[in-house]
């Protein structure tokens, strides 16, 4: 198991862009694949998106696809979330996940301990 330590939230206003990284400690971050997803007050956490372990391919959730993008350095065992025209409802707790099934969005890994987004408008 790795363990995940995020970091780069804060205060946005609405059309502004954060980028959100995820250090990774653990030998085996290479060969998993990873991921962000995210929880707003009173709702589920939701995905957001993934990326291969090579970084080949990348996947995600239609309400962010064209304004996120998910990168990774596996020589440094970071994983990133490039975050752009946030909107007010992008408003969430991000949290980093390892070893995810990406049939099922099941996160068989573990789970940093999250970093506050918050878009105003």
């Known amino acids: 198991q790795v363990q995940l330590v995020e970091s780069g939230g804060g205060l946005v206003q609405a059309g502004g862009s954060l980028r959100l990284s995820c250090a990774a400690s653990g030998r085996l971050f290479s060969t998993y694949v990873m991921g962000w997803f995210r929880q707003a007050p009173g709702k589920e956490r939701e995905f957001v998106a993934a990326i291969s372990w090579n970084g080949g391919s990348t996947y995600y959730a239609d309400s962010v696809k064209g304004r996120f993008t998910i990168s990774r350095d596996n020589a440094k065992n970071t994983v990133s979330l490039e975050m752009n025209s946030l909107k007010p409802e992008d408003t969430a707790i991000y949290y980093c996940?390892?070893?995810?099934?990406?049939?099922?969005?099941?996160?068989?890994?573990?789970w940093g301990q999250g970093t506050q987004v918050t878009v105003s408008s």
């Open positions: 996940a390892s070893d995810i099934a990406l049939a099922t969005i099941e996160v068989y890994g573990s």
